[in-house]
């Protein structure tokens, strides 16, 4: 069998392209790319203390306060359908009273996937308008990153242990509550 030289000579650069890569892998792998600058933001307390997050919260309660009275209302109602219920079981008919009792039983379950519902709605409207205050924060993270030149931003909570000084939240926590201080919850009562 005749050796093609082309081949052998292609072979050998490869080998020793690879024996260069594998030797040094740090230095052919970061040839070309840009320093590394840590940030970190502390994304919790982002949560609880930007003005944004806090103007949620109040409506969230507020809707809340709203379901929780009205689902008091009903459920007093079926407590009193219940009552009702069991006071007529003596002069009912086992029939009537089997009757009776799905009817009931078919309006707990109707307020049981209401409440659901409502929960629900009410978490899809929690969704619209933290993904309103993501929005505002990404372009925030962007331009800070710029402006102090950190190439790699990380929350809080995967960090075991950083120096404060990497620490930028102060900073995003000022800009956000800038940009935007309030969020209009939208109506959890559609869909």
Known sequence: MKSNPLLVSTIAKGFVVLCM???NPITAISQGLPETVVAVIDF???ERDALAAKNIRSQVEAYRAKYAATISHEEEQLRQQEQELKRQR???SPEAFAQRRREFEDSVA???RQVQNRTRRLERSIEASLASVNKVLGPIIKELSGEFGFTLVLDKRQVRYIDDRFDITPVVLQHLD???PQVTVPP???G
């Open 21 to 23: 890569v594998c030797t």
């Open 44 to 46: 919790q307390k982002l």
């Open 90 to 92: 003596a002069i009912l």
């Open 110 to 112: 109707r307020l049981q």
């Open 178 to 180: 800038g940009r935007l």
């Open 188 to 190: 959890p009562e559609g």
